[in-house]
């Protein structure tokens, strides 16, 4: 009789038990990159959105700095004393913004600069009108190129969206620049009067430059902030800019009627001079709402990507739990067959430890008892009784 070998268990090999453990740190791998990327793009954004706030803070201390020496050169040309009190009340909350954020927007130096001009310029107006303008427009180009530098500094001029970029445009370049043009035209037309006939051509070509300097960046503002509210998502933006965006405008074409030429006589300066105040009293109030609307659309840029940076890292954590869960769960399952083979390891040993004639015999059960009932002897002789010793 041929007796069948005993089953020898598998082992599973070590690259086998391996192998599922080792996929599941490579998916830490891609998983972590992806998050490092993600969150190194979110943290620029934010940092990005954050500085450009300060390029608004610092923006809205220049705007009373520049209606107050746009006001004083105006009475300086006209030969009037100038009341330094508001411009002195500016420069000391300009430079207080200054020195708070001066250093993260590299904007001391420059700002020292205006300042030191600012004061340097004379109480009283100069007995030479000619004299006054040069000096005013000499700190008014300053103030300009300061407008500039933040707006560089803080990143305003790289901003990714399309509404607060032409927002940060409107209120950084353009309106700066027409509130200065359209000062200086109207003190161009204050002078006319009084220059020598020989200067004639010279004034009609100037003030004729200088109103479309004035009238530019004024038509550019009124076309950056109608783009902003058509490509921007918010629902404040239009309707809040728009009422006080039509009454500049309003003030901006009777500024243009009124600074029309008119023959060799040129404008009327009190004409002009009044249209010159309703348009700064105009971006006065227009700028307050832009600065405004500017920093709420950033501050809600900030809020996203908090919220998109908070979000990666939930999800980040929870598919660090269930790698650490599944991790756990192979673990565990190669400790079971460890086990498992080392008790597969023991049972031949215990097979060659007791032969089989030494073997105590097996229970008997049920099946053994019949037989034992019906052969009449022990249930080892009804073992050793085989069908082929009939035919011995």
């Not at 990327?37 to 954050?50: F, I």
């Not at 007791?354 to 009449?376: C, I």
């Amino acid at each position: 009789m041929t007796v069948p070998a005993p089953r020898v268990r598998r082992r599973p090999s070590v690259p086998g038990r391996t192998l599922p453990l080792l996929l599941v740190l490579a998916l830490l791998a891609p998983l972590g990159l992806l998050f490092a990327q993600t969150d190194g793009h979110t943290g620029d954004d934010r940092d990005l959105a954050a500085r450009e706030r300060l390029g608004v803070r610092y923006l809205r201390a220049l705007g009373p700095v520049t209606d107050a020496l746009t006001d004083a050169q105006t009475t300086a040309v006209a030969g009037r004393p100038v009341t330094r009190a508001a411009l002195t009340a500016a420069v000391e909350q300009a430079a207080q913004v200054d020195g708070a954020i001066g250093d993260q927007l590299r904007t001391r130096e420059r700002w020292a600069g205006v300042r030191a001009k600012l004061e340097a310029l004379p109480e009283r107006g100069l007995a030479d009108p000619e004299a006054a303008f040069q000096a005013y427009g000499e700190v008014t180009d300053l103030l300009l190129a300061l407008h500039r530098k933040v707006r560089e500094a803080s990143g305003l001029v790289r901003d990714p969206r399309s509404d607060s970029f032409f927002v940060q445009d409107a209120i950084g370049a353009d309106l700066p620049a027409a509130m200065v043009a359209a000062g200086r035209l109207a003190d161009v037309a204050t002078l006319a009067p009084n220059r020598p006939a020989a200067d004639r051509p010279r004034t009609i070509a100037e003030l004729a430059e200088l109103r479309v300097a004035a009238l530019g960046p004024a038509t550019d503002l009124v076309d950056d902030l109608r783009a902003a509210v058509d490509s921007s998502e918010s629902t404040d933006l239009g309707p809040t800019v728009l009422t006080p965006l039509d009454t500049y405008q309003r003030a901006v074409e009777a500024l243009a009627a009124f600074s029309a030429p008119a023959g060799a006589a040129g404008p009327d300066p009190v004409q002009l001079g009044a249209a010159r105040r309703g348009a700064q009293s105009a971006a006065t109030q227009l700028r307050q709402v832009i600065l405004d609307q500017l920093d709420a659309l950033l501050a809600d840029r900030l809020d996203r990507l908090d919220r998109d940076r908070w979000l990666a890292r939930g999800a980040v954590a929870a598919a660090g739990v269930l790698l650490a869960v599944l991790a756990g769960v192979l673990l565990s399952t190669l400790r079971r067959a460890r086990r498992r083979a080392a008790e597969a390891d023991r049972e031949p040993a215990d097979a060659a430890a007791y032969p089989a004639a030494t073997r105590p015999d097996p229970p008997m059960s049920p099946g053994n008892g019949e037989l034992l009932a019906v052969g009449g002897g022990r249930a080892g002789e009804s073992e050793r009784w085989r069908p082929f010793d009939a035919a011995r």
